[in-house]
């Protein structure tokens, strides 16, 4: 640790020199050097690995420099036109307004101070004055007795005068406030002159000098070899928050650190790299090629995640492509809020569908959301091909069916056809139609149907779904279980729970029709056609199935002029199952 530590001020002015002189150009600013510094700035600004260095050296300036406000609002407007990250900075900075005695302290009239006299105001001016280096004004008023504390020292450590912190030696005040604040405000020349003039065993933390801005203290510190400790975690964690390359590289590099193996540590770096804006997969990929394990499951505040499940959640199908590619596990479960979601599952919720494509290959595409019960029962929510329906998506569903997603699904809260009349999808609706046909409606563990396509839009009101659902042939007359009793009731039943009167009058008029058919069919129907060779050039088993299953049809078919064959078909009319025949005579 020695060796690397004497080692560090070289290294630094070699291999981060343009960070440092990111510091210079900032902290230093003034309006004279405006115009050139701006320049340099926008040079360096071509580097994106340099923006958010950029941002936190001008957000410290900020705060430590309230002299050079003004001019630093106006190199970030400056530099906000180049590049739209420092808009961030910009929405909360207003224009720095000295009252009157800020005014007078900022430029050292002590004239002012020595006519205006005020018991209320002597601190504050005295304050003032510490803080923007007026050696006139703060001698002035040492000489009239103002007294020192840790708040005189801060502010003259931020403000820089060296003679006002010969004034704090020679006086022996306890000092260390002014070593904190002058390395926070990068006065670096204030911590020459304390150690030069005093004996300090101090201990320093080399990645609270990074974070402060003020790499350059590290330098100057070393010149006086102050008892520094080295936290690597911390220093990879800045590197990522700054989305550097180069600092992850120095850091790991020049300064000889390996990611152990370790979950907490592997944990905390993925967190950091999901919190950056950009640069994800640049970062990534150099950290996996240092040791950063994509296949460890971690903790993030008491939830259990992987590399995979945190990108998707955080919306980012780049990164979350790359991290299959180097092998993270695509089966994880991520438990949220008590729901379990498979990685397909969530991608689809955030509507990724490049990631889902990458996914197919390794996972079930079915796989739904679940919520586990005390008894170890798991209640099914929805699947990829669920959510492709939420979002209207007629794209997305028709490359899951394309691979292999099941239209007819069963385990889920609602199966897909079902779920379409949930949300009032007609689009949708009739394109699933084509893979499922009209089917009872979706079964508890009983065998017995909790809902159909057609409950769920009496339920829902939407009466021109009713209709497109009837005009396919479902019997109204088919039992459902009603949710408020748990008995058994038909569709017509269940309507009148609603009392919508043109609901009720739709299902009726379909319960008569359907009614006279199951009875014009209940016991001959086979033999009927059978003996009735009426369907010539029709797909007679085709027919047969569907008013075997009680639906309406229609037919195109030449008709024979033939008095059975004109009978039969009379009689389907009049039943029902036939609603549209088309002579093609």
């Known amino acids: 640790m020695c060796a690397l530590v004497t080692k560090l001020g070289p290294m630094i002015e070699k291999s981060l020199s343009k960070f440092c002189l990111v510091e210079d150009l900032i902290w230093d600013i003034t309006k004279e050097k405006y115009e050139d510094n701006l320049a340099e700035l926008t040079k360096i600004l071509s580097e994106k690995s340099f923006h958010k260095y950029i941002l936190q050296t001008i957000r410290s300036a900020k705060k430590y420099r309230p002299a050079q406000n003004d001019i630093l609002l106006l190199l ?22 000295p009252d009157e005695i800020e005014s007078h302290a900022m430029t050292d009239d002590v004239g002012y101070f020595v006519q205006n006299r005020n018991s209320e105001n002597d601190r504050k001016s005295f304050l003032l004055s510490a803080l923007y280096g007026s050696i006139n004004t703060f001698s002035f008023f040492m000489s009239n007795g103002a007294e020192f504390d840790n708040t005189v020292i801060k502010n003259a450590a931020i403000g820089g005068n060296l003679e006002i912190i010969k004034i704090l030696i020679d006086k022996d005040v306890p000092i260390v406030a002014a070593i904190q604040n ?8 204030v911590l020459d002159l304390i150690f030069e003039n005093l004996e300090i065993d101090m201990k320093v933390s080399i990645s609270d000098l990074f974070k402060r801005s003020n790499i350059r203290s590290i330098s100057h510190l070393l010149a006086y070899s102050p008892n520094f400790s080295i936290n690597n975690l911390k220093l990879i964690e800045f590197g990522i928050q700054m989305e550097s390359i180069p600092l992850l590289k120095f850091f790991i590099n020049k300064m000889k650190y390996s990611i152990p193996n370790d979950l907490a540590i592997h944990g905390k770096i993925y967190k950091t790299i999901f919190k950056a804006e950009e640069h994800r997969k640049e970062m990534l990929s150099y950290l996996i ?47 949220l809020k008590g729901k379990r979601y498979p990685m397909i599952t969530l991608a689809a919720k955030y509507q990724l569908f490049s990631l889902i494509n990458k996914l197919i290959p390794n996972v079930d595409i079915n796989s739904p959301s679940y919520v586990s019960s005390p008894n170890n029962i798991n209640r099914y929510k929805k699947n990829a091909l669920i959510y492709s329906i939420k979002y209207s998506n007629i794209s997305f569903c028709k490359m899951l069916l394309k691979h292999g997603a099941d239209p007819n699904y069963s385990k889920l809260e609602y199966s897909p056809l079902c779920y379409c009349c949930k949300v009032s999808n007609f689009e949708l609706f009739n394109y699933l139609f084509k893979f499922t046909g009209l089917f009872p409606g979706d079964l508890d563990e009983n065998g017995k149907i909790t809902h159909s396509p057609l409950s769920i839009c009496i339920k829902n009101g939407n009466v021109e779904m009713i209709k497109l659902i009837l005009d396919l042939g479902y019997d109204p ?27 009720i009058n739709i299902i009726s008029q379909k319960m008569e029709i359907a009614t006279k058919r199951n009875s014009f069919f209940k016991d001959s129907r086979e033999e009927y056609f059978t003996q009735h060779s009426i369907f010539k050039d029709a797909n007679e088993s085709q027919l047969l199935d569907a008013v075997r299953a009680g639906c309406v049809v229609r037919v195109n078919i030449k008709i024979f002029p033939r008095s059975d064959i004109i009978e039969a078909f009379n009689k389907l009319m009049d039943a029902g199952v036939i609603l549209e025949l088309h002579n093609l005579e």
């Open 477 to 503: 007359s088919i039992s459902i279980v009603n949710e408020a009793d748990e008995n058994e009731i038909d569709h017509l039943q269940y309507a009148k729970l609603f009392e919508n009167q043109e609901i």
């Open 182 to 189: 002058s390395i926070a405000s990068h006065q670096n020349k």
């Open 76 to 97: 970030t407007k400056a530099l906000q036109n180049q590049i739209p990250i420092f808009t961030e900075i910009l929405q909360d900075w207003t224009e720095f307004v």
């Open 289 to 335: 090629s240092q040791g950063l394990n994509v296949k460890f499951i971690f903790e993030i505040e008491d939830t259990a995640y992987n590399p995979l499940a945190l990108s998707i959640i955080n919306k980012d199908q780049e990164t979350g492509i790359f991290l299959i590619e180097q092998g993270a596990n695509c089966n994880f479960v991520l438990v």
